[in-house]
Structures are given as structure tokens and as C-alpha cells.
Antibody, heavy 121, light 108 residues
């Protein structure tokens, strides 16, 4: 059974940093692209970042460029999101998700339960 | 950036109703369009990928259609467990993605 479990969400002051983690199990983690998606309270979904299996390609939403870094450790079956210079508008539930890619298919087929990041003084 | 516009933003329907949600892309995205269902306090769940393919385990009352810029999600006979928010998402091009703003399906 595919499982994605996020952790690391917390209350942090504006300008602060936080590192989110996502522990993957039930599939060959090193074979999949992975993604972070967030959802501000009461708002819609916003894609944040994608990372290739070997970390050779990374993509970010414009608002995250220069502040957030997506990374992974295939030996630990783990995905990370390092968030620096946090702003109030970064307050959201952050989901990690597996990307199914191939044969004309590009989709987010499994999601974690999310971890809440609150940026406030 | 590709913008995704869903309509309506919300709708009220009864059990058994046929419901259609539309999603329009600001440029052609071929069939790189996915649909997700989200219930309150829960993670999104994939329903439809590549515009019309049903994800394994999803009931057949859900269907998707469209290509290019115009897409739709149809629920043929709304069930109590279908009351939720639905999002479209484009996965075209250089892996920089966008979601529609969501459509909340409520009980009439």
C-alpha cells in the first residue's frame, strides 16, 4: 500500500525557516518524480514544486523560487521541502504527492495527509 | 503561465442528479488535464487523469472529457458521498502546474 506521511509543520515567525519531510513507503521511491502542493486555509490547491528521481530537475511555482528548495534522499525514501524567508501567505497545509509520469500520463496519483505550516508573529 | 478556470465555483444538487463541472485552460494543454476530489479535512484524491481516464477504484459514475482548452467532469448520478470540492489541474509542458479554483458541490 502506497503511503506518504508528512511531518515538520509548525508555527514560525515571518522571515523564519522550516523544513518539511515526507516519508514514503509501499512503492519504489527512487523510481518516481515527487511533488509538493499546498492549500491555504479555506482556499484552493496550489502546486509548489516538483523533483525528478535523481534530483537533476526541479521546478517551482514563482512565489517559491529563491526561497524554497525541494530535495530528496532515495536511500531514506524521503522527500523534503526547505522553506526560508517565510511569509504570512505561506501559511497552508502542505501535501506531498507522488507523480505518475509516462505513456502520456502526468498526474498526482497518491497524496499524503498534509502538515500545517503557520507563519505568524 | 497557464491559467485554469473552473465553473461554476459552487453548485447545489440532489442525490441522483447529473452534474457537470467545466474547466477551461488559457492555452491548449492537449489532454494533460486531471480531476481531483477533496472532502473537508482530507487530502485530495485523483479521480480522472489525461482528461478521460478513470483512476483505479473510482466509481464509473465519474467521467471526464475534452481536449485542447475545454474540459468537463460529469457525475452521472450524484451520490451522498460525492458532496465535496472538485479541482481540475493541468500537467502540460515543463512540469510547472496549475489548479483550477475548485467547484464545491453541495446538497440541495
Amino acid at each position: 500500500e502506497v503511503q506518504l506521511v508528512e511531518s515538520g509543520g509548525d508555527l514560525v515567525q515571518p522571515g523564519g525557516s522550516l523544513r518539511l519531510s515526507c516519508a514514503a513507503s509501499g512503492f519504489i521511491f527512487s523510481s518516481y518524480w515527487m511533488s509538493w502542493v499546498r492549500q491555504a486555509p479555506g482556499k484552493g490547491l496550489e502546486w509548489v514544486a516538483n523533483i525528478k528521481q535523481d534530483e537533476s530537475e526541479k521546478y517551482y511555482v514563482d512565489s517559491a523560487k529563491g526561497r524554497f528548495t525541494i530535495s530528496r534522499d532515495n536511500a531514506k525514501n524521503s522527500l523534503y521541502l526547505q522553506m526560508n524567508s517565510l511569509r504570512a501567505e505561506d501559511t497552508a497545509v502542505y501535501y506531498c504527492a507522488r507523480i505518475r509520469r509516462g505513456g502520456g500520463v502526468v498526474t498526482l496519483d497518491y497524496w499524503g495527509q498534509g502538515t500545517l505550516v503557520t507563519v505568524s508573529s | 503561465d497557464i491559467q485554469m478556470t473552473q465553473s461554476p465555483s459552487s453548485l447545489s444538487a440532489s442525490v441522483g442528479d447529473r452534474v457537470t463541472i467545466t474547466c477551461r485552460a488559457s492555452q491548449s494543454i492537449s489532454n494533460y488535464l486531471n480531476w481531483y476530489q477533496q472532502k473537508p479535512g482530507k487530502a485530495p484524491k485523483l479521480l480522472i487523469y489525461t482528461a478521460s481516464s478513470l483512476q483505479s477504484g473510482v466509481p464509473s459514475r465519474f467521467s471526464g472529457s475534452g481536449s485542447g482548452t475545454d474540459f468537463s467532469l460529469t457525475i452521472s448520478s450524484l451520490q451522498p458521498e460525492d458532496f465535496a470540492t472538485y479541482y481540475c489541474q493541468q500537467s502540460f509542458g515543463a512540469l510547472t502546474w496549475t489548479f483550477g479554483q475548485g467547484t464545491k458541490v453541495e446538497i440541495k
